[in-house]
């Protein structure tokens, strides 16, 4: 049942700050929103459309940076020429995410800061460790979607596919509030389950995501992304890769690796990285960096199957962005 709530259209960015409060939820493309509202997950006493606030939704190269606002389309994204040939790897996550329906709705912003998608979360049938309750049903329930890495507390995955490919190409986020400006990056935005069960991100109430910023790749970078689900049109992603590399002198110079459908955050596959480091890029140092990227894992006896996945499409998203 949803509750009676107020909607305000904000004329400004300090406009809409002077309406948040801990009762209040912004309002972006309002896919995710309109979920949670129907789920009874949030029973706000306004919310704030920040659709009417000009500027949010542009996409400008500035000093070094390409800044893309939050109330950006994911289909603007998947068809703008220079994410496309620069920034690839999210040019792919906004071309793969849903159906064309909903990215022509939804926003960057907005997958960014979306909540989890686990069904027991979203079930009013179950208090879970996220919704203040004393367990994870997930660890002893139906957890072939789960998370394989950092899975022992709450074992939901992270939702956003962008965050995945944005952290792989180390981008960082603005945000504003009463008490001014501050920037956070991508590794530093989302929280994992030991530090707050109850949160995904370090936004607090009262803050409001004003710009995504993201470094201009270096003439050697080249980026990839790769997405495999059940229903390849449409589905939620069973494992997902965002991969960087440059390479200099025949060799990989620098390499950053994030799973996404992997952990509570996007998972930076450090183990992975540093395996391709040095090395020439190859079917071999890129099987290597594969098997790196999956140690550690701890699936579930129903999710088992997305170790050995996760491992052929890490392989072939780091050789696909090797391609020149």
Not at 118 to 144: I, P, V
Not at 180 to 208: C, K, M, S, W
Request: glycine letters at 8%.
């Amino acid at each position: 049942m949803i509750a009676n709530f107020e909607w305000t259209n904000a004329r400004s960015i300090d406009d809409a700050i002077s309406q948040l409060n801990e009762k209040a939820i912004i309002k972006a493309g309002g896919i995710d929103l309109m979920d949670r509202l129907k789920e009874g997950l949030d029973m706000p006493s306004r919310l704030v459309n920040i659709r009417t606030i000009a500027g949010l939704d542009s996409i400008t190269e500035e000093s070094g940076w390409l800044r893309i606002g939050p109330m950006v389309t994911l289909a603007t994204i998947a068809g703008h020429p220079v994410i496309r040939q620069r920034y690839t790897a999210l040019a792919d996550v906004a071309l793969k995410a849903a159906t064309p329906k909903i990215r022509n709705i939804a926003t960057l912003g907005g997958n960014l800061l979306q909540r989890p998608r686990c069904w027991y979360f979203r079930s009013d049938q179950f208090h879970c460790l996220r919704k203040g309750g004393d367990r994870c049903f997930a660890q002893d329930g139906e957890n072939e979607y789960h998370a394989i890495f950092n899975n022992q507390g709450c074992a939901i995955v992270h939702p956003s596919a962008a965050a995945c490919a944005l952290t792989a190409l180390g981008a960082k986020v603005e945000v504003r509030s009463k008490n001014g400006t501050r920037e956070i990056a991508l590794d530093d935005l989302f929280v994992l389950p030991e530090t707050d069960v109850t949160r995904e991100h370090v936004l607090n109430p009262g803050e409001l995501l004003t710009e995504i910023r993201v470094p201009a790749p270096s003439d050697a970078a080249r980026s990839a992304y790769t997405k495999v689900g059940q229903k390849e049109s449409f589905d939620w992603p069973l494992v997902e890769v965002a991969v960087v590399l440059e390479q200099r002198g025949g060799m990989v110079s620098k390499a950053s690796i994030v799973l996404g459908a992997a952990a509570p955050i996007p998972w930076r596959a450090k183990s992975a990285e540093k395996a391709l480091a040095g090395k020439s890029l190859n079917e071999q140092s890129a099987r290597e960096a594969a098997t790196a990227a999956v140690q550690g894992a701890t699936p579930f006896p129903a999710n088992a199957y997305k170790v050995p996945m996760f491992e052929a499409v890490v392989r072939r998203t780091i050789l696909a962005a090797g391609e020149v």
